[in-house]
């Protein structure tokens, strides 16, 4: 049973394009995030979701949107894809719990903008 | 500005030896300091994981250092395999409403058979 998945696990694309990257977890968790990791493996928070309300936003352009359905699924819309965006996405879960901050995740979506 | 500082950037150790991954921090309100091991082409998955009311934590093979007054912890790898060769993490995050976890810039770890 996968924890937290993601779709695609690749995507390349042009420069200017619109693309979206959907996250699903079947832990019952209540909070989401997305993370970037750039090509020096540097791992930063971008956003961060509570049943479904944003809670943390870190500095990202406006042309990344996050959207959760419900608090099983965050996704990730990019508009106006910059070569600057290429770069591993990661989804990730954990328990709204002080005691279980453990964060589980998916196994990245590799974005290349060429 | 790092919040997290971690060192070194990569390290060869050979099979048996022991690996040493350091970490810094700034910020006295994180509470929560995990470690992040991850695979060529996989996710970061928790390691080990400290809190700051003890000194140190140990798990098989890995064992957490914390010296809140000097705001460091650090990673051993005892008995060091070729298995563990992977990209390691740490990580910090404040006892605030919702965790967020920031990252050191990740040490890649190469155990020569």
């Known amino acids: 049973d996968t924890a937290v998945s993601q779709t695609p696990k690749y995507l390349v694309t042009q420069m200017g394009n619109d693309k979206s990257i959907k996250c699903e977890q079947n832990?019952?968790?209540?909070?989401m995030y997305w993370y970037k990791q750039d090509s020096k493996k540097f791992l930063k928070i971008m956003f961060s979701?509570?049943?479904?309300?944003?809670?943390i936003n870190e500095t990202v352009p406006n042309r990344f949107s996050p959207k959760s359905p419900d608090k099983a699924h965050l996704n990730l819309h990019i508009n106006s894809l910059e070569l600057g965006d290429s770069a591993v996405y990661f989804c990730?879960?954990?328990?709204?719990?002080?005691?279980?901050?453990?964060?589980?995740f998916g196994p990245g979506t590799r974005l290349l903008v060429l | 500005q790092q919040q997290v500082k971690q060192s070194p950037q990569s390290l060869i150790v050979q099979k048996g030896g022991i690996s040493i991954i350091n970490c810094a921090y700034e910020n006295t309100a994180f509470d929560y300091f995990p470690w992040y091991q991850q695979f060529p082409g996989k996710g970061p998955a928790l390691l080990i994981a400290?809190?700051?009311?003890?000194s140190e934590k140990k798990e098989g093979r890995f064992t957490i250092s914390f010296n809140k007054s000097a705001k460091q912890f650090s990673l051993h790898i005892m008995d060091s395999q070729p298995g563990d060769s992977a990209t390691y993490f740490c990580a910090a995050s404040e006892e605030s409403g919702y965790s967020t976890l920031t990252f050191g810039k990740g040490t890649m770890l190469l155990v020569s058979p």
């Open positions: 990730a879960s954990s328990q709204d719990n002080p005691q279980e901050e453990t964060q589980y």
């Open positions: 832990l019952g968790h209540d909070t």
């Open positions: 979701y509570n049943n479904k309300e944003l809670i």
């Open positions: 400290i809190r700051p009311d003890v």
